[in-house]
């Protein structure tokens, strides 16, 4: 393959995953659906939720503004602070104290946001609420709860200082007072001069703590202003019920196609044609439709046209011109487990073979339940009874309709299935045909149930194996390879049967379709032509065989269509 083929194949890989992901298309659907009516639940349970606003801009309070050294007002706050003080359990707390509710103050701040814009003294607090008034209400509270306990700080440092002042004053002013009757009661001299010298230090420094506790008590205390009240919203914040049924919906989905590629990878059936090929390393022959409701074994001329029939007829040309087997020689029919019908694949190759015009052998090889002769229109003594053991037993004749009849040896429990298979009677029946345009066409149990398909497929000219395609999987092909090819057989390819209709759990799960698991087959009564209608004649050997309108020859590349 040239690199100019390689950018082809990725389409075709991309299209090939999605397949794989939307056959689990319940999957999809469930989370889908389970998305949305979460969407709906947070939409009814939750309410609708309203935020309000309130906005502030914080003032700098310096309990010393003659020692701000000309510091810019931005310089003597951090707004990082206040944002942590607004947010606080005391602002909460005062904040239900002046609405007059018990709440818990951690409950009230859980629906507060407070955010600080970049460069700003700007603090902006957000309240949600089940209502609008309840969040303008608590929105509004929080603000003046934030100015007053900020304000309220401020004025007890103020009053801490000046207090504090003005127990410095209290000795000076004392001290004067004496200083003072001392320079009243002196007449003069040295000890006078010194006095009024240590008065006037003294009122200078009186004056200067004055000065400063004046300043305190002219200092503005105003912690901020509302530049932005707490209005009730007009609309909800919270997303409607449209928006949670999307956002629900695309959740959903998500978590489906995660469930269905995880289901895909974990998946041990095969998915599609291509599978079954690369496990049984042979070709897909043909695909079986869906068994419809009829119960009748044997639909290649007795059963009209339906598609089952033409999808028989399209494997047994394909098998006629294939040059591995070329309609010559024995053939196996073979499934890999129980829930196959490998029974029905037989019996219907074999009427389409008499069809094109060969003489059919039909050689029911289940030694251990035999039950076929009871399921097919045998014709009434016409059998050819031949002394000897089983492989030499007497063959029945079976009406194919208007495709004529096919001879069948049916099975019959002997105490060893193993040695009658590998006995020179079977070898001959299957290697020496008794005319130059007989076919045989055996049917075994399961191959992976006993090793009884293993003696015929050692001797048969080639092997079709039956998949079901809701049941097999990818482990039980490849164990099937490896025993076919161990013993000496030849894999021709393989038939995929979709079944019957009928829903159930997994064909939704799958979305594919789906049957009952079938074990061994239920006797049916024998259906027994009326002796006076003669089989017609079979058709002159070597009469060609033309494909029926519609049918695909090419199995090996359709693709599996659920």
Request: charged share 25%; with cysteine.
């Amino acid at each position: 393959m040239s690199v100019f083929d390689e950018p082809a194949e990725e389409p075709d890989q991309i299209r090939d995953q999605l397949r794989q992901l939307f056959r689990y298309r319940a999957l999809l659907v469930l989370g889908l659906v389970l998305g949305m009516l979460g969407g709906a639940a947070v939409s009814v349970l939750g309410g609708s939720t309203y935020t309000a606003t309130g906005e502030v801009v914080v003032h700098a309070i310096s309990t010393a503004p003659f020692e701000a050294g000309g510091v810019s007002a931005d310089k003597q706050i951090s707004m990082g602070t206040e944002r942590q003080i607004a947010q606080s359990a005391s602002v909460a707390t005062a904040a239900a104290k002046s609405l007059g509710i018990r709440t818990d103050p951690a409950v009230l701040q859980r629906d507060l946001r407070v955010s600080n814009p970049p460069e700003t003294q700007t603090l902006m607090f957000e309240y949600s609420a089940d209502s609008a008034d309840r969040a303008s209400s608590l929105v509004n509270a929080f603000v003046h709860a934030y100015l007053d306990y900020r304000q309220d700080a401020a004025t007890k440092r103020i009053d801490k200082t000046v207090s504090k002042l003005g127990t410095e004053l209290k000795p000076l002013q004392e001290q004067r007072k004496v200083l003072d009757r001392r320079i009243a009661g002196a007449s003069g001299g040295t000890g006078r001069a010194t006095d009024e010298s240590e008065r006037s230090n003294l009122v200078s420094e009186i004056a200067d703590l004055q000065g400063r506790i004046s300043s305190l008590k002219s200092l503005d205390t105003t912690p901020g202003d509302i530049v932005r009240k707490g209005d009730p919203p007009a609309f909800p914040s919270s997303p409607g019920l449209v928006m949670l049924l999307l956002t629900g919906a695309v959740i959903g989905l998500v978590l489906g196609i995660l469930a269905a590629w995880v289901r895909s990878v974990l998946e041990p059936r095969v998915r599609s044609v291509a599978d079954v090929q690369d496990n049984l390393r042979a070709p897909v022959l043909g695909i079986l439709p869906r068994r419809q409701d009829s119960t009748e074994l044997l639909e290649v001329g007795r059963s009209g046209r339906g598609n089952r029939a033409e999808a028989y007829r399209t494997i047994a040309f394909r098998l006629v011109h294939d040059q591995r087997f070329a309609g010559r020689g024995s053939l196996l029919i073979v499934a890999p487990r129980e829930n196959a019908d490998a029974v029905s694949v037989a019996v219907n190759l074999a009427g389409a073979f008499a069809e094109i015009g060969n003489d059919i052998l039909l050689v029911e090889a289940d030694l251990r339940t035999p039950r076929l002769a009871q399921r097919l229109p045998l014709h009434p003594g016409h059998g050819r009874p031949v002394p000897g053991g089983w492989a030499d037993g007497e063959r029945r004749a079976v009406d194919a309709g208007v495709d004529g009849r096919f001879d069948l040896l049916p099975g019959r429990e002997v105490p060893n299935p193993g040695r009658a298979l590998s006995s020179p009677q079977f070898a001959r029946l299957l290697n020496e045909p008794s005319g130059p345009n007989e076919n045989v066409v055996v049917v075994t149990g399961p191959l992976l149930s006993h090793a009884d398909g293993l003696a015929v497929a050692k001797q048969a000219a080639g092997v079709v194996v039956v998949c079901d395609l809701t049941e097999v999987r990818r482990d039980d092909l490849d164990r099937v390879w490896e025993l076919i090819t161990g013993a000496g057989g030849h894999i021709l390819g393989a038939v995929l049967d979709k079944g019957s209709r009928g829903p159930s759990l997994r064909r939704l799960s799958d979305g594919g379709p789906t049957h009952r698991k079938r074990g061994r087959s239920r006797p049916h009564a024998a259906v027994v032509a009326p002796p006076q209608l003669p089989a017609p004649p079979p058709p002159p050997p070597g009469a060609g065989y033309a494909a029926p309108a519609g049918a695909s020859l090419d199995a090996d590349t359709t693709s599996l269509r659920r």
